[in-house]
């Protein structure tokens, strides 16, 4: 295609994108509808459930007028963007500024629902930000330097291409479908991804359009850098939706500005974010932007190549669509050489194999050899970047020495990969660097405790083994087969913790028991409430069964079955509480309740005892109850008729089969109840320790990697431990030190540990990152070596 001029290039990659954005708004719908029944399904709280279902009744007429106003937005800033003009939106409901007699603007009361909506486009916004912001920061970075005259791409009002403007474009579409505002907070999770992913898409394809005209592959980020008044603490976020965004001037930040408005945050959960951050060591907050330091240092790494050798572009795809690679014939035999040599000398007993330093001598050696064979500078540089690469990895001193030795035979098949694809030089996310990083941060803590440890057969240490060998398996195969291992890795990892190492194995089982437990708590408590609505239960009757017994069915169906004959014997007791505390006019029923009560109180104790309620908290119930059934004796009670209690009884007996799947219990932090009374000798439960947690500390707990290594502050213990297990949704995550004590979190705990700096990852960079950062100094000091 001819373009006519730099501009008309821009405006193609401002319709490039709007064009992506329209034709994925029939997906966008789709999964929308797709989410809305999804969360329709599950099982909430009454009011949570009744919106849901309301959404749905209101989807089907709702659904295409949303799409059909969404696509007219978009076609029209596609028409005014070819007659080169600004497309606009206001707020729904928002008058034009009036202006007085002498043109100055008459200023007004905004009503409480604009202001609302104003919210939730914010929100979306930094939704989109969030995902979709380093594509977005790519693309205005080469619009930059497409048109030095226009200086602030994508962030003048009206660009098409603003953040701001998509989300106020779906949001208006929305109300105008008619669909309400609390409709779009019931689905808000799910818009939030949806529109996010789409414009992660229609950046992608407008960055890949300015590429393929050669418009900077190589992205200065100093002009997105912009100091602020205060450099030495991490502003908190927002802590809940409703409160107000605090929006940075500049870089990413200027991506949440939906508005103009910037609000104060007052609440009591600001407050307990100043108090953490008062009381949180600085290197606790200085690992939240890891991921742009370890960005930043392959860019760094690109710029110091790219200076040397001209046409390295760690952008631009090299290799075969399908993922195969394919290398000159010299150099493919080049390297065939030194994989056999490798190999030759690592398939041999544990101690006839050489260190790691004689092995990366060796390979310095040959790779002499494989740059003589190279066709083109490229391949040269590469060669030499991925040479000093698994240098820094072989003496990386941290890592177990028999680990090094098998991670040697990973370099010829990531620099058959590297040359082939140079994104493996650009980004954090190619496969094969995360196989290595993975594999790297589970060995890690292996390092010095365990002598000659493949001898003693690790299953992790053996697995890291056939990883290298699945590898060697399929040269030609490239990114797909890194990518194929990987999900085979962390699936590997899984039932490794579970069943494979004998340190997590116990904890990782009681802590599945406890998070099943809690799924039938919250289920049981559900039953229990819908089964008692209208049944007139004396109060202390009620909160007992919902609190306590709720809890002693649950341990009961987690040790045996919701369907076994000691759970009901539980259910059968608790229908016999109900008759005992309902009103007794008669002699004969108060007689009857005398005679049935002492066995009924040895068996409600006995199921206290069993759900692991302590003497005293069992004293403190029963006391609860004994008013409740006094109250019965004294006809204050309400009488339960004997066919209602006929009904209960049989419903109570059915408990378990109106329990759903307990994968489709639905958990959450507003349903997961404090856990801190179920320590016992072989898993603690993190009760104590840091305060509120950042909606940016909870992103981070919600990231840690199983595998990965800490050290842990606690009970004023030190000590390092490894990350074994996360459960449904993450809401739990179980640390197990080498000795085997597990220590479980809850998710806001975990996000207060790591904020307090209580919690540390072991490691502040991966392993290619930090063998990068060797790399560099190496390139820093000899860049000619790249040539040579």
């Known amino acids: 295609m001819t373009l006519g001029s730099p501009r008309d290039l821009a405006r193609l990659a401002r319709r490039t994108f709007l064009d992506t954005v329209l034709r994925g708004t029939a997906s966008l719908v789709s999964a929308c509808a797709e989410g809305a029944r999804l969360l329709a399904s599950q099982t909430a709280e009454p009011g949570l459930y009744a919106r849901r279902r309301e959404l749905v009744l209101a989807w089907p007429a709702s659904s295409a007028p949303w799409a059909q106003g969404l696509n007219q937005s978009l076609r029209a800033a596609l028409d005014v963007l070819e007659r080169g003009g600004t497309p606009s939106t206001r707020p729904m ?3 034009a500024t009036a202006e007085g007699a002498n043109g100055a603007p008459i200023f007004s009361l905004v009503d409480d629902a604009v202001v609302e909506l104003d919210l939730m486009a914010s929100r979306l ?5 969030d995902k979709a912001g380093w594509q977005f920061t790519d693309l205005c970075s080469r619009l930059r ?10 962030e003048a009002a009206g660009d098409v291409l603003k953040p701001a403007m998509l989300s106020r474009w779906v949001l208006d579409a929305w109300m105008a479908a008619g669909l309400t505002a609390d409709h779009w907070k019931t689905l808000q999770n799910v818009l939030h991804d949806e529109v996010a992913a789409l414009a992660e898409e229609a950046y992608h394809e407008a960055n890949r359009l300015l590429l393929e005209h050669g418009v900077a592959p190589e992205i200065d980020l100093r002009p997105f850098i912009r100091r602020a008044r205060d450099v030495g603490i991490v502003q908190p976020m927002a802590p809940s939706p409703g409160v107000g965004s605090r929006v940075s001037g500049g870089g990413l930040g200027a991506l949440g500005a939906g508005s103009n408005r910037v609000t104060a945050m007052g609440s009591a959960g600001a407050v307990s974010y100043d108090e953490t951050r008062l009381m949180t060591q600085a290197p606790g907050l200085g690992r939240v932007p890891q991921a742009a330091r370890s960005q930043a240092v392959l860019g760094k790494l690109n710029q110091v190549v790219a200076r040397q050798v001209p046409g390295f572009d760690p952008t631009q795809l090299m290799g075969q669509p399908d993922g195969a690679v394919a290398l000159a014939t010299g150099l493919s035999q080049a390297m065939a050489r030194t994989e056999a040599a490798v190999r030759q000398q690592v398939d041999v007993p544990v101690g006839e194999r050489p260190e790691p330093a004689a092995l990366a001598r060796e390979l310095i050696e040959r790779k002499r050899e494989l740059k003589q064979a190279a066709g083109s500078p490229t391949e ?25 030795v098998w991670f040697a035979r990973l370099q010829m098949p990531v620099l058959r990969v590297a040359v082939a694809e140079p994104d493996f030089f650009a980004t954090l996310d190619h496969p094969a660097r995360l196989l290595i990083d993975r594999m790297g941060a589970c060995v890690m803590g292996l390092a010095g405790a365990v002598e000659q440890p493949e001898t003693q057969g690790d299953l992790l240490l053996k697995e890291v083994r056939r990883v290298v060998q699945t590898v060697e398996a399929y040269p030609d195969t490239g990114r797909r087969v890194f990518q194929t291992v990987l999900v085979e890795f962390e699936k590997f990892l899984e039932n490794y913790f579970k069943e494979g190492n004998d340190a997590s194995r116990k904890g990782v089982s009681l802590a599945q028991q406890l998070e099943q437990r809690e799924a039938y708590a919250i289920q049981y408590t559900i039953e229990l409430r819908k089964m008692l609505e209208a049944v007139p239960v004396h109060e202390g009757i009620r909160e007992f069964l919902f609190k306590v017994w709720a809890d002693v069915l649950a341990q009961s169906a987690v040790l045996g079955a919701p369907g076994s004959d000691d759970t009901r014997e539980l259910k ?19 007689n009857q309740v005398l005679q049935r009560l002492p066995p009924l109180l040895k068996l409600l104790r006995q199921g206290m005892a069993r759900a692991g309620l302590s003497a005293e908290r069992q004293e403190q119930h029963l006391k609860a109850l004994n008013v409740a059934l006094q109250a019965a ?17 049989q419903r109570l007996n059915a408990l378990d089969q109106l329990l759903p799947e307990m994968d489709d219990v639905e958990l959450d932090t507003d349903t997961l109840r404090d856990l801190s009374g179920y320590d016992s000798e072989d898993l603690e439960v993190v009760a104590t320790g840091g305060t509120m947690p950042t909606p940016a500390m909870l992103a981070w707990a919600r990231e840690l990697k199983l595998g990965a290594w800490f050290q842990l502050d606690y009970r004023d213990r030190q000590e390092r431990v490894q990350l074994a297990w996360q459960g449904r949704n993450k809401l739990l995550a179980l640390f197990v030190s080498p000795q085997g004590r597990g220590v479980l979190f809850q998710l806001n705990r975990l996000g207060a540990f790591l904020q307090a700096g209580l919690l540390v990852p072991l490691e502040e960079e991966s392993l290619t990152v930090r063998a990068t ?9 000899d860049p000619q070596r790249l040539l040579n």
């Open 93 to 95: 409901g928002l008058p």
């Open 125 to 129: 916004t930094q939704a989109v930000a």
């Open 145 to 154: 330097g497409l048109l030095p005259e226009d200086p602030n791409p994508g």
């Open 380 to 404: 040269r540089a590469t060669i030499e970047v991925v040479a000093l690469l698994f240098q820094a990895i072989l003496m990386e001193e941290r890592l177990p020495a028999t680990v090094r």
């Open 572 to 590: 059968q007791m608790a229908a016999d509480l109900i008759w005992s505390a309902s009103a007794k006019n008669s002699r004969e029923e108060r």
């Open 633 to 649: 004796f004294t006809a204050k009670s309400a009488t339960i008729s004997p066919e209602r209690l006929r009904e209960i009884t």
């Open 773 to 781: 950062r060797d790399a560099l100094a190496k390139l820093d000091a």
